[in-house]
Each structure stands twice: as structure tokens, then as C-alpha cells.
């Protein structure tokens, strides 16, 4: 097991470092302190040819073209303080109304303007017994973004010699906050030789919350059926093409959260990869990437756009504050925030 650390760039005078870790397998992660951001996860196939199956960039300007920007995929950042949308931007905590930047007009989307994604993050690696790891943490202050209260932030990731890329999300607060927190990598285990399509998928979820005419949940759940259901393996290509705008879905699991737990596999006939998602978390938003901007690519030029990559958004319920029956949607000072999520590789 092996970490490395080299400057990855400047941003406002302040340092940007790039982070490798390594096991003896040929799998590899590659993570900025730039917003946690996982620019790169290499995975070896059936024959050992070794591939990343991650969007990401290679260069810190990458991440600041005009491209990027104007699109804004927020590829394999930590999103922060709230994961997805919150309705009109507007919460209620403790008879107090609430108002958070618009950032998706008129809607609230992953902690902002300036969210978790795009700070400077304090890093530090680390070596364990089966493990190497980076450990990130950061203060978002009272009023960040319009949320309430000082909250401590607390990531870690780790590459296990048995190949699992975990992450371990923790914080506490000295003030009532809304906080969900998760990572936003896109991956495709072709090693982007094709699109997401030959992806067969399963999820143990019964339910997705419905999204209003803004894409924003408000409460009504629907119990999953035909294109939606992934309780049984299937094609993932199928189900895309009867979409409008494919997937970016709501699934709430099936199985009581807080007790760590499979969720859902992926697997790629081509390559052979099988990715396994376990957390800890009660439900995943699932996006394939309709909106990716077709004109993005590593500067290898490996081709990322619409259904080119997916996302397995591990969090709470999107627009939870305002949500009656949404989990743990709100941490309160005397509680510590803690939720993990591993993604197990195989081939």
C-alpha cells in the first residue's frame, strides 16, 4: 500500500496538492484537497489492463475552463453543506425561516455558490494495517452559504488492499443545520470505451421520492415499477432510452438505514468490473449524466458527456429540511454526524 503527495496548482496563493493512493492490486485513487475532489480511479479488467473508469482532469486549470464552469458536472467533489436541491432555496429550523443562495434558480443545489466542492480542504494522509488514506477536514462558519451555525467537517478515504474505496463523512455543529454530505464521482467501468449503457444494475430500493415540476422532491413518494426497478439486475441501456432525460432518481432503500448495508451492483460484461455500493445512508441519488456536456474531456482525451458516466449520490433526502418525514436531515449540537460509504471493486 502506497500514498503519494505533489503540488497540484495554485488557487488565490493558496496551495493545491494532488494525492495518490496505491495497492499491490493496480487499483489506484487520485484525490485533490481542492475541494476533495476524486479526479481519477484506476481499475484493472478481466485481462489486467488497467483503465479509469472516473470523469476528472489531470490539470487544476481543467477544473476552471469555461466549459466546465457554464456546465457544472461537479465531478468527484465533496458536496456540502446539503447534497441535492432544497425547494426555493427556503427552510424553516426552530421557528426561523431560512435563506440559502439560489444557485439552480429557484432552487437551492449542493450547498451553493461556493459549496464544499470548491474550498481548500486541510489534508493529511495515513497509513493503516490494509489500508492508505487521506484524511480532509474543514470549517464551513455561521451564515456559510446562509446556513445556520459553525460546522466541523470531518472526511476521510481509504483504499483497502482488497480493493474498496471508502469514505467516512463526520461533523458536528454548534448550532441546528441542515447537513447531508456525499460524493459526487461519475464512473463508467467501461474505462469510457463506450457510454453507461451495457451497464447491467441493481438497486435494493422500493420507493423514489417524486420530484415537483422544478425537480425538486416534496414529500410524495412512488413505489418503483417497470423502467424504474432495479430490485433484479438488469441492462441499464433499456430503462435510459425510455427515459426523457434518464435517471436522476431518488431511491430510498429498502433496508432500515444506519446499519451498514449493500445497495446496490454494477456490472460491465465487457471490461468484467463489478463495482458494489454499501453505506450506511437511507437512500442514493442516481443520475446517468443527461445534462454532461458532450464538449468535456481528460486532457488524454478520454471522452466524458450525456450517458457517459453515472452517479451513486449516497446522502439524505434531497430537499430534506422541508420534508416531514425525511432522516436525520437536520444534525443538532449534540449529535456527531457520522455516515459512511464503500465502493467495492472486482474484475
Known amino acids: 500500500m502506497h500514498i503519494t503527495q505533489k503540488p497540484f496548482g495554485e488557487i488565490d ?38 483503465d479509469d473508469i472516473v470523469c476528472g482532469f489531470d490539470n487544476l486549470a481543467s477544473y476552471f475552463s469555461e466549459e466546465y ?12 453543506r446539503y447534497a441535492a436541491r432544497i425547494k426555493d432555496g427556503k427552510f424553516s429550523l426552530n421557528d426561523q425561516q431560512y435563506t440559502l443562495a439560489t444557485n439552480n434558480a429557484p432552487n437551492h443545489l449542493h450547498g451553493g455558490t461556493v459549496g464544499f466542492d470548491k474550498r481548500i480542504w486541510q489534508a493529511t494522509s495515513f497509513k493503516e494495517d490494509d489500508a492508505v488514506g487521506l484524511s480532509l477536514t474543514l470549517l464551513s462558519v455561521d451564515g456559510d452559504e446562509g446556513y445556520p ?49 451495457s451497464h ?6 422500493d420507493q423514489i421520492l417524486l420530484p415537483d415540476n422544478t425537480n425538486v422532491p416534496v414529500g410524495p413518494v412512488k413505489v418503483v415499477a417497470g423502467i424504474e426497478n432495479f430490485n433484479e439486475q438488469k441492462i441499464l441501456g433499456h430503462s435510459i432510452d425510455a427515459l426523457d432525460f434518464g435517471f436522476e432518481h431518488y431511491y430510498i432503500f429498502s433496508k432500515a438505514f444506519d446499519a451498514k448495508h449493500q445497495v446496490a451492483q454494477v456490472f460491465e460484461p465487457q471490461s468484467g468490473r463489478t463495482m458494489k455500493v454499501v ?5 442514493m441519488l442516481f443520475y446517468t449524466g443527461h445534462f454532461t456536456s458532450d464538449k468535456l474531456k481528460r486532457e488524454s482525451g478520454q471522452q466524458y458527456g450525456q450517458y457517459r458516466a453515472m452517479c451513486f449520490e449516497t446522502s439524505k433526502f434531497p430537499n430534506g429540511p422541508n420534508i416531514t418525514q425525511a432522516p436525520k436531515s437536520i444534525l443538532e449540537p449534540n449529535e456527531t454526524y457520522f455516515e459512511e460509504t464503500e465502493f467495492h471493486f472486482s474484475w
Not at 458536528?172 to 461519475?186: I, Q, V
Not at 447491467?200 to 430500493?205: D, G, P, R, T, V
Not at 453505506?279 to 437512500?283: K, L, N, S
Open 13 to 50: 496563493g493558496n496551495s493545491v496538492e494532488l494525492y495518490e493512493l496505491s495497492n499491490s492490486n493496480g487499483m489506484s485513487i487520485k484525490i485533490t484537497n481542492y475541494g476533495g475532489i476524486v479526479t481519477s480511479i484506476k481499475v484493472p479488467d478481466r485481462d489486467g489492463s488497467i
Open 69 to 80: 464552469k457554464a456546465n457544472a458536472p461537479y465531478f468527484g467533489g465533496i458536496v456540502g
Open 149 to 197: 451555525g459553525n460546522l466541523s467537517v470531518k472526511v476521510q478515504y481509504r483504499l483497502t488492499k482488497s480493493n474498496v474505496f471508502k469514505i467516512t463523512y463526520q461533523a458536528s455543529t454548534d448550532a441546528a443545520t441542515p447537513l447531508s454530505l456525499t460524493n459526487h464521482t461519475y464512473y463508467n467501468l467501461t474505462g469510457f470505451k463506450d457510454n453507461i449503457k
Open 200 to 205: 447491467e444494475l441493481q438497486i435494493a430500493a
Open 279 to 283: 453505506t450506511t445512508d437511507p437512500g
